[in-house]
């Protein structure tokens, strides 16, 4: 073979092998991409419960997290006395019912909301908080309000995630 055949199969060869390199970069940069869609499935809301009288649901789970209404110190339909802590107490005791009848717990709470209608009450709301929630505590946020239903003095909203 001459040198001058060898020079032009040389470079034949390589401007085929760049040709068949950019048809391939060409029909894979078309091709649809690839994603994992298995875990990115969606999921539907599940309502469940149901406020009674009232217009909302107890709680609704979506994949594996529950969000749930808030909760004021009712107990037996009534609001529970003895100030903010009684009140306090009885509305983590009904998160903490609501949680289990939807197979959670306590420790899978990953936010609330508090929200009291006189923030003086504040420290005597952790104290209550504290006691029944254990570190790493989740994330929260406090609001004074002017109002809440029933008359109560502090009501919460959580979030659980497993």
Do not use: W
């Amino acid at each position: 073979m001459s040198t001058h055949n060898y020079k032009f199969t040389t470079n034949l060869s390589k401007a085929l092998l760049v040709a068949a390199c950019s048809l391939g970069f060409a029909v894979s940069a078309n091709a649809a991409p690839t994603t994992n869609t298995a875990s990115i499935a969606k999921s539907s809301p599940v309502f469940l419960g149901d406020g009674g009288n009232y217009p909302f649901s107890e709680a609704v789970r979506v994949g594996d997290t529950l969000y749930m209404s808030g909760q004021i110190g009712f107990k037996d339909d009534k609001l529970v006395k003895g100030g903010i802590k009684a009140e306090a107490k009885q509305a983590l005791d009904n998160i903490h019912a609501t949680l289990l009848k939807y197979g959670y717990q306590k420790s899978d709470i990953v936010k609330c909301m508090v929200m009291l209608t006189d923030m003086d009450d504040f420290d005597d709301f952790n104290k209550v908080y504290k006691a029944e929630l254990a570190k790493p505590y989740p994330v929260r946020s406090a609001f004074g309000v002017a109002e809440l239903a029933a008359g109560a003095s502090v009501e919460v909203e959580c979030i659980a995630a497993k």
